[in-house]
């Protein structure tokens, strides 16, 4: 059974990282949470969780208003070949999360450590990151460091990169 938003609460408060979380309505883009997050300082992030030619899973998080060039990512996170988009399936079995809330909170559900976790540079020189936890209808804030922290407690040592972006 995937954990719940109290489940990552819990979990975030074992390991001491302090977290803030607004709650709003369903945000299934970064251009509905724009009008949420308007006045809010710090790291907003976008998720993307894809796959490379051998089916090994990568979750990149990178700043909202990034633009990844997919054709060229593959050397920068150690993928074999191009990218592709997982399906809806394939993130709800490895990360338990439906698509629009994707998050790098949702690695709590990896339990088998199969996916790579990505973080853009430029977003980690951000405080604090905001993200989903496990669901779009909230917002919560940690630390960079908090995050990695996170990452790290779960069996997820993420790779901290500069990612190749379109102009």
Avoid: Y
């Amino acid at each position: 059974m995937a954990a719940t938003r109290a489940d990552l609460f819990a979990f975030l408060d074992r390991l001491g990282i302090v977290h803030r979380t607004i709650e709003h309505p369903p945000l299934p883009t970064v251009e509905a949470a724009m009008a949420i997050w308007g006045g809010m300082t710090g790291g907003f992030a976008k998720n993307l969780f894809v796959k490379d030619k051998k089916s090994r899973l990568f979750l990149i998080t990178l700043r909202k208003d990034a633009a990844l060039d997919l054709k060229h990512v593959q050397a920068a996170i150690g993928a074999s070949g191009r990218v592709s988009f997982c399906s809806a399936e394939q993130l709800m079995e490895h990360l338990g999360i439906l698509p629009g809330s994707v998050t790098p909170f949702g690695v709590i559900n990896d339990t088998e450590g199969v996916v790579t976790v990505v973080l853009e540079r430029a977003l980690m020189e951000l405080d604090p990151v905001h993200v989903h936890p496990l669901e779009n209808t909230a917002t919560t804030a940690v630390s960079a460091d908090g995050l990695v922290t996170f990452l790290r407690a779960t069996g997820h040592e993420p790779l901290v990169v500069d990612l190749p972006l379109l102009a």
